[in-house]
């Protein structure tokens, strides 16, 4: 069964949302940041401001947490409209590290809760310890982070079928999203439907491929048959198939273009 697309929360933005395992709703198209070029402040408060955006996706390993909650600031959208995401990093990863590192992760965006908190990668070198120990007692942090309200919600990223079903075994908490590359050709099917299986809602960063797909034949006629950029083709098609999708952008007009699906929705109109 594919996700079900909602129009709460967000509805008077126009913005389409999924509903997490605990209720709460994700729009379902966001501004993705990256540490490589990923990041401008112009572009940010354009999305912000002109666009609708109120998904902003980011990570302590990106470093650009300080910026935007400069850029949150000069938007002048309140913090309760926004859905706010970062990651933890694999070199806080510990019950101790992990709480402080959610601590400074709020510090540098200016914020007292995050809608989303992510474990960034399901491995990371801990002398003395296994992996799956390491996960079980970042999760454990994880769970008392929500627990206190301090994340309003609670997943993992990267994670593959035997990475979660350890994670069911020796914790409570069922991550309420996971946050995997997902684009035309790279599509990991079997593990959206055990996501879905278990309530977890699927988000796919590099939805364009990291620009492959803009090239593609296929993908070209596409837009071409339908009037739209590549771009939109893939970003239209990832949320069609019941995904939150990250486009990240440092130019204006890509923003713009990358938004246009949520103003009108064509594809459901032309199809």
């Not at 509805?11 to 401008?40: D, E, K």
């Not at 908190?117 to 996960?135: C, D, F, M, T």
């Not at 699927?202 to 590549?230: D, S």
């Amino acid at each position: 069964m594919g996700a079900r697309l909602s129009m709460a929360a967000w509805a008077p933005l126009g913005f389409p949302t999924l509903r997490l395992g605990n209720g709460l709703h994700i729009p379902v198209l966001g501004l993705g940041t990256s540490h490589q070029g990923g990041y401008s402040h112009d572009a940010v408060v354009y999305a912000l401001q002109k666009c609708g955006i109120r998904h902003i996706d980011t990570a302590k390993r990106y470093g650009c947490e300080l910026l935007l909650q400069k850029a949150i600031k000069e938007s002048d959208v309140k913090r309760e409209d926004l859905w706010i995401t970062t990651k933890l990093w694999h070199s806080d990863y510990g019950y101790e590290n992990t709480q402080q590192a959610c601590l400074d992760s709020c510090k540098r965006l200016g914020v007292q809760y995050l809608d989303l908190y992510l474990v960034h990668w399901p491995n990371a070198q801990v002398p003395g310890k296994s992996n799956r120990e390491i996960r079980a007692e970042t999760w454990r942090a994880m769970e008392d982070l929500y627990e206190k309200g301090i994340c309003r919600s609670i997943g993992v990223s990267n994670f593959l079928i035997n990475h979660l079903e350890q994670l069911k075994e020796d914790c409570k908490i069922t991550p309420h999203v996971n946050q995997v590359e997902y684009h035309p050709f790279q599509r990991p099917q079997e593990l959206v439907d055990y996501c879905r299986s278990r309530n977890i809602v699927f988000e796919g960063y590099c939805p364009l491929a990291k620009g492959e797909a803009l090239t593609h034949p296929i993908i070209i006629q596409l837009a071409k048959k339908y009037g739209k950029t590549p771009a939109q083709i893939c970003i239209r098609w990832s949320i069609q198939n019941g995904i939150v999708t990250i486009p990240k952008s440092t130019k204006i007009e890509r923003i713009r273009e990358n938004c246009e699906y949520c103003q009108v929705c064509w594809w459901d109109r032309e199809r």
